[in-house]
Each structure stands twice: as structure tokens, then as C-alpha cells.
């Protein structure tokens, strides 16, 4: 079945480390984004990228860096930099029709 | 830039009642609408969408909602819940075809009671 898959479901990681989240696709989209998901703030828009080797900040890029050379492929690094690291990740491609696929997340917990 | 507010944080009903979640979204022209549905710990899944035509359109699951241009709204109903809507509603908006850049509302929890 095509979908997006992230890795790991749950990540633990101590302060000052940095830690990469997978996220991977088989649906032959171009663009794929990443956001944050904390209570009560719904979802936030850190990185997105349209075409391999390509990406743009969102609204909340500071502390994270991504990298995008596999169009399957759109990993994203939580750096020891991000002052708030501890949340739901969520990764997600967009189709043709111009709506977003998500993938079941991945919870961060940094102490 | 594209806002959206879903005023509603939590929402309880009775299982067989009707259903109507708030959206309202801020952008100067034309937006581009979007539900979706969240389980606890899971991602995302789209119920409906508009980007034009039918003002009322009709999703997965026996969810609806209608654009209001006039309102600025866009609200889901469903006439009859069931248990299994328990989720997190999140109502979002785009500012064109080619733009990316989706902006989420804040979410509406919805509780169902027996």
C-alpha cells in the first residue's frame, strides 16, 4: 500500500543532542513537509520542500535542519539548538489534487 | 497572510445526535478548504475538501461542510455521530493551487457520550 512512513513511533533522547527523524514515501509525490503538533497549538509548518534538492523554511525552522535528496526521502534533525524540542512530529506529501498525506508521527521526548 | 480559527477546543454529544464544528479562516481571496481527522497518537486523514464550484461539499464518513464566503466560514456537520468520530478535528486553508504552505486551526476535540 503507498503511504508515508515515519520512524521511530517513539524517540527519547537526552538535551543537547541532536536526533534525526525519518520520513519516507512511496506515493511518487514531489512536495513533502514536516510540522509540529503540541496540545493546543494544532499543527505548525517547520520545513517543506517541492522538488529533490530543494526546501524552504516554514514558520518555525530554527533548531531544525532537513535535507532532501531522494525524492522519497525527507529526513528532518532536531538540533540541540531548539530550545523546545519535546513534541508530535508529523510528516506529510502532497498530491496532485493538492491535499496533504500524513504519516503516523513521531513523539520526541528530550530530558 | 492565511489565518484559521476553530473556536471550539472541546465539544462533547450524544452518540446519534447532529454535529456542527466551527472554521473560520482570514484571506483576501479565495481560499482553498480543508477538514481533517485525527486519531490520538496517529496522523492525519482528509475528509473533504473545496477549492471551488459547490458550495456544500460532501466528505468521507458522512461528513459534510458549506463555504460561506460571506462568513468567512466553513463548518462540518454530520447529522448523526456514531462513537467511532471521537477525534481531533482540524479545520486548514490554502491560499492557492500552487502554494504549499498549508495553515492549520488549532483543533476541536470531539467527545462522544453513550
Known amino acids: 500500500d503507498g503511504g508515508i512512513t515515519q520512524s521511530p513511533k517513539y524517540l527519547f533522547r537526552k538535551e543537547g543532542q541532536n536526533v534525526t527523524l525519518s520520513c519516507e514515501q512511496n506515493l511518487n509525490h514531489d512536495a513533502m513537509y514536516w510540522y509540529r503538533q503540541d496540545p493546543g497549538q494544532g499543527l505548525r509548518l517547520i520545513y517543506y520542500s517541492q522538488i529533490v534538492n530543494d526546501f524552504q523554511k516554514g514558520d518555525i525552522a530554527e533548531g531544525y535542519s532537513v535535507s532532501r535528496e531522494k525524492k522519497e526521502s525527507f529526513p528532518l534533525t532536531v538540533t540541540s539548538a531548539q530550545k523546545n524540542p519535546t513534541a508530535f512530529y508529523l510528516c506529510?506529501?502532497?498530491?496532485?489534487?493538492?491535499?496533504?498525506?500524513f504519516g503516523n508521527g513521531t513523539r520526541l521526548t528530550v530530558t | 497572510a492565511q489565518s484559521v480559527t476553530q473556536p471550539d477546543i472541546h465539544i462533547t454529544v450524544s452518540e446519534g445526535a447532529s454535529l456542527e464544528l466551527r472554521c473560520n479562516y482570514s484571506?483576501?481571496?479565495?481560499?482553498?478548504l480543508f477538514w481533517y481527522v485525527q486519531s490520538p497518537g496517529q496522523g492525519l486523514q482528509l475528509l473533504l475538501k473545496y477549492f471551488s464550484g459547490d458550495t456544500l461539499v460532501q466528505g468521507i464518513k458522512g461528513f459534510e461542510a458549506e463555504f460561506k464566503r460571506s462568513q468567512s466560514s466553513f463548518n462540518l456537520r454530520k447529522p448523526s455521530v456514531h462513537w467511532s468520530d471521537a477525534a481531533e478535528y482540524f479545520c486548514?486553508?490554502?491560499?492557492?493551487?500552487?502554494?504549499?504552505?498549508?495553515?492549520f486551526g488549532t483543533g476541536t476535540r470531539l467527545t462522544i457520550i453513550p
Open positions: 486548514a486553508v490554502g491560499t492557492n493551487f500552487g502554494n504549499e504552505k498549508l495553515t
Open positions: 484571506y483576501g481571496a479565495t481560499p482553498y
Open positions: 506529510a506529501s502532497r498530491s496532485q489534487g493538492g491535499n496533504l498525506h
